[in-house]
Nanobody
Framework: EQLVESGGGLVQSGGSLRLSCEGFGRVSVSYARGWFRQAPGKEREFVAAISGGYTYYADSLKGRVTISKDYEKNMSYLQMNELKPEDTAIYYC?????????????????????WGQGTQVTVSE
C-alpha cells in the first residue's frame, strides 16, 4: 500500500476524531495530500487538502475539520470536531504529485494519483 489510513471508528454526535494517513514507497513527503469521503449511496466528496502550505476545505465542513501534514513522518492528519451523524462515511486519503493551486483543483479527485483503502467513521446520535 502506498497510503494507509487509521483513526476511524465509532463516535457520538458532537465528538472528535483524528484520522491519520501514512505515505509509503512512491508517495513522496512532498506530494500534496487530500481527504475525501463517501457515504453509503452517495458520491465521493472532497473534505480537505493541503498543498505547498496552503489548505483547502469543503464549505460544508469548514470550521469543523483541520488538515495538517508531518513532513518528517510522511503523514497527513484530518482532525474532525463537532461530528454529526451525516459525517458517517468511509474517509479516504489521497496524494497528488502536482501542486493544487486552488480549491477547484484540490477538490477534483482526478488530480490524485494515490489512494488509501479508507477508514470507516461512524457517528451515532
Amino acid at each position: 500500500e502506498q497510503l494507509v489510513e487509521s483513526g476511524g471508528g465509532l463516535v457520538q454526535s458532537g465528538g472528535s476524531l483524528r484520522l491519520s494517513c501514512e505515505g509509503f514507497g512512491r508517495v513522496s513527503v512532498s506530494y500534496a495530500r487530500g481527504w475525501f469521503r463517501q457515504a453509503p449511496g452517495k458520491e465521493r466528496e472532497f473534505v480537505a487538502a493541503i498543498s505547498g502550505g496552503y489548505t483547502y476545505y469543503a464549505d460544508s465542513l469548514k470550521g469543523r475539520v483541520t488538515i495538517s501534514k508531518d513532513y518528517e513522518k510522511n503523514m497527513s492528519y484530518l482532525q474532525m470536531n463537532e461530528l454529526k451523524p451525516e459525517d458517517t462515511a468511509i474517509y479516504y486519503c489521497a496524494a497528488a504529485r502536482g501542486i493544487l493551486p486552488d480549491i477547484e483543483v484540490a477538490a477534483d479527485d482526478k488530480e490524485y494519483e494515490y489512494w488509501g483503502q479508507g477508514t470507516q467513521v461512524t457517528v451515532s446520535e
